[in-house]
T-cell receptor
Framework: GENVEQHPSTLSVQEGDSAVIKCTYS??????FPWYKQELGKRPQLIID?????GEKKDQRIAVTLNKTAKHFSLHITETQPEDSAVYFCAASRGQTGANNLFFGTGTRLTVIP | NAGVTQTPKFQVLKTGQSMTLQCAQDMNHEYMSWYRQDPGMGLRLIHYSVGAGITDQGEVPNGYNVSRSTTEDFPLRLLSAAPSQTSVYFCASGKGVGTEAFFGQGTRLTVV
């Protein structure tokens, strides 16, 4: 099955700095890569996703890059704000016959220091 | 539009007891799934369904059963609870391949 590794497990940045979280995956058939943000005691919520036919996607202060050859993808958050503090999860899916089964990384706890 | 609704939010069980975690969605999504979240391990897929009457196993299915009699509901049954099943359980639904998964608010289950 798919194996997704995520680094770092914790990340502290000063407000206004950038944060980068990296993930690798093992299954070359994976073709959908979402990122979820989870605040303490809350449900995971999608913040951005990318499909294998695209190398980069940006949404305001958040961007994701994908390198299919190396099988890794990264989340970039610029101009970080205290409300960005949360746990971030990457995931991968191969999208088999109607099933969007997600394989998650172990999470990165991001702390933005005011 | 309530999205994905899970009940209960909290539950304490004794070892050997059985219970059903409820999940309902009102978005007419064909795909539904159950994940468990344990510290330091991310979310792991337990069971999933691509439509009414169709279910399949995920990464960690042992000790859990599911059924899907309607598009809206996807209950998760613990037949004989064990301490190793102490976790936070999330139900999710979506339109299918390569689309956003919408999560419920979670059920925190403790087995003593």
């Amino acid at each position: 099955g798919e194996n997704v590794e995520q680094h770092p497990s914790t990340l502290s940045v000063q407000e206004g700095d950038s944060a980068v979280i990296k993930c690798t995956y093992s299954d070359s058939a994976s073709n959908y890569f979402p990122w979820y943000k989870q605040e303490l005691g809350k449900r995971p919520q999608l913040i951005i996703d990318i499909r294998s036919n695209v190398g980069e996607k940006k949404d305001q202060r958040i961007a994701v890059t994908l390198n299919k050859t190396a099988k890794h993808f990264s989340l970039h958050i610029t101009e970080t704000q205290p409300e960005d503090s949360a746990v971030y999860f990457c995931a991968a899916s191969r999208g088999q016959t109607g099933a969007n089964n997600l394989f998650f990384g172990t999470g990165t706890r991001l702390t933005v220091i005011p | 539009n309530a999205g994905v609704t899970q009940t209960p939010k909290f539950q304490v069980l004794k070892t050997g007891q059985s219970m059903t975690l409820q999940c309902a969605q009102d978005m007419n999504h064909e795909y539904m799934s159950w994940y468990r979240q344990d510290p330091g391990m991310g979310l792991r897929l337990i069971h999933y369904s691509v439509g009414a009457g169709i279910t399949d196993q995920g990464e960690v299915p042992n000790g859990y059963n599911v059924s899907r009699s309607t598009t809206e509901d996807f209950p998760l049954r613990l037949l004989s609870a064990a301490p190793s099943q102490t976790s936070v359980y999330f139900c999710a639904s979506g339109k299918g391949v390569g689309t956003e998964a919408f999560f419920g608010q979670g059920t925190r289950l403790t087995v003593v």
